[in-house]
């Protein structure tokens, strides 16, 4: 154990302590489908760091069988969320910049989780040390993910909250990857590694959740737009009809296909259809299109 890793765990509880306060309040304002899996994410990282920090202790207090089972303990937890962590990154900075996500890469994202487990429980098994590094490229293919999706529709972009979480989640995970290459040549850095990998996304997670609650950036006349309601008066002049207004509505408050249908109680294929029409009717071909063409239009 050392002063330092204990010190960044201990900042880390803070700020994960923090996150999930939180994260709780952004579920009962908007009660979104994602929204409370992002409540559970956030408190299995509270877990993991409270058990992180109960193992560093235990390394000096306990010996024998009490350290081994709070270590394994602590291992079983941190595969576990970690693998969870790999999945749920997939969807979580799609969710962030109203990106739908291809069938594709929620099928990567579930073999990347499923691979981060599958190896760490290898690794427990049989501890070879190519088994511990597989994890670590695992976890670097969810962070390449983020990276690459954030780069590729950071011109679609247009609120300005929205680039700077994008913008912090960029630079930490751009860090984040150096310190894993660092640490394949520094065994003192590997063992430093889950703390400051942990406290990085755990600021970036309070970035977020400070930006969606409006807490301590003033509001711009953008943001005004988002959340000024529309009539369907002012999408007449498109053909729009009474249920595709509502659609539209949903889509503006950033709800999913999956959202869209469970809201309005229909089918995804139904939902699909509107969305398709609308589309077809505005001339547009993504939804980040469509709320560009809806703040260009003022409504």
């Given at each position: 154990?050392?002063?330092?890793?204990?010190?960044?765990?201990?900042?880390?509880?803070?700020?994960?302590?923090?996150?999930?306060?939180?994260?709780?309040?952004l579920h009962k304002e908007n009660?979104?489908?994602?929204?409370?899996?992002?409540?559970?994410?956030?408190?299995?990282?509270?877990?993991?760091?409270?058990?992180?920090?109960?193992?560093?202790?235990?390394?000096?207090?306990?010996?024998?069988?009490?350290?081994?089972?709070?270590?394994?303990v602590w291992e079983i937890f941190?595969?576990?969320?970690?693998?969870?962590?790999?999945?749920?990154?997939?969807?979580?900075?799609?969710?962030?910049?109203?990106?739908?996500?291809?069938?594709?890469?929620?099928?990567?994202?579930?073999?990347?989780?499923?691979?981060?487990?599958?190896?760490?429980?290898?690794?427990?098994?049989?501890?070879?040390?190519?088994?511990?590094?597989?994890?670590?490229?695992?976890?670097?293919?969810?962070?390449?993910?983020?990276?690459?999706?954030?780069?590729?529709?950071?011109?679609?972009?247009?609120?300005?909250?929205?680039?700077?979480?994008?913008?912090?989640?960029?630079?930490?995970?751009?860090?984040?990857?150096?310190?894993?290459?660092?640490?394949?040549?520094?065994?003192?850095?590997?063992?430093?590694?889950?703390?400051?990998?942990?406290?990085?996304?755990?600021?970036?997670?309070?970035?977020?959740?400070?930006?969606?609650?409006?807490?301590?950036?003033?509001?711009?006349?953008?943001?005004?737009?988002?959340?000024?309601?529309?009539?369907?008066?002012?999408?007449?002049?498109?053909?729009?009809?009474?249920?595709?207004?509502?659609?539209?509505?949903?889509?503006?408050?950033?709800?999913?296909?999956?959202?869209?249908a469970s809201e309005l109680s229909?089918?995804?294929?139904?939902?699909?259809?509107?969305?398709?029409?609308?589309?077809?009717?505005?001339?547009?071909?993504?939804?980040?299109?469509?709320?560009?063409?809806?703040?260009?239009?003022?409504?």
């Amino acid at each position: 154990m050392t002063t330092t890793s204990v010190l960044l765990s201990l900042l880390a509880l803070s700020i994960v302590s923090m996150d999930l306060a939180l994260a709780v309040v952004l579920h009962k304002e908007n009660k979104q489908y994602w929204t409370k899996w992002f409540v559970v994410f956030i408190a299995s990282l509270l877990g993991l760091v409270l058990l992180y920090i109960l193992e560093q202790f235990s390394s000096i207090l306990f010996t024998g069988t009490p350290k081994f089972v709070l270590h394994l303990v602590w291992e079983i937890f941190i595969i576990a969320d970690a693998s969870f962590l790999c999945t749920f990154s997939y969807y979580f900075i799609n969710w962030v910049i109203a990106r739908p996500m291809v069938r594709f890469e929620k099928l990567l994202a579930y073999i990347n989780g499923l691979m981060f487990l599958a190896s760490g429980v290898l690794h427990e098994i049989f501890p070879i040390e190519g088994l511990s590094s597989a994890r670590y490229a695992v976890g670097t293919i969810a962070i390449a993910y983020i990276i690459g999706i954030i780069l590729k529709n950071q011109k679609l972009i247009e609120n300005h909250r929205v680039k700077i979480v994008c913008r912090t989640f960029v630079w930490v995970s751009m860090g984040v990857l150096v310190l894993i290459i660092l640490s394949i040549s520094m065994p003192i850095l590997k063992s430093m590694l889950p703390p400051l990998m942990a406290l990085s996304y755990l600021i970036c997670f309070l970035v977020f959740l400070c930006i969606a609650l409006e807490i301590p950036i003033v509001e711009t006349k953008e943001e005004t737009f988002q959340r000024k309601e529309l009539t369907i008066d002012e999408v007449s002049s498109y053909g729009i009809t009474q249920r595709e207004f509502e659609v539209i509505l949903l889509i503006k408050r950033g709800l999913t296909n999956k959202e869209i249908a469970s809201e309005l109680s229909i089918s995804v294929n139904t939902v699909n259809n509107h969305i398709a029409n609308i589309f077809d009717k505005t001339d547009v071909r993504s939804r980040i299109d469509l709320l560009n063409l809806l703040q260009e239009a003022k409504w």
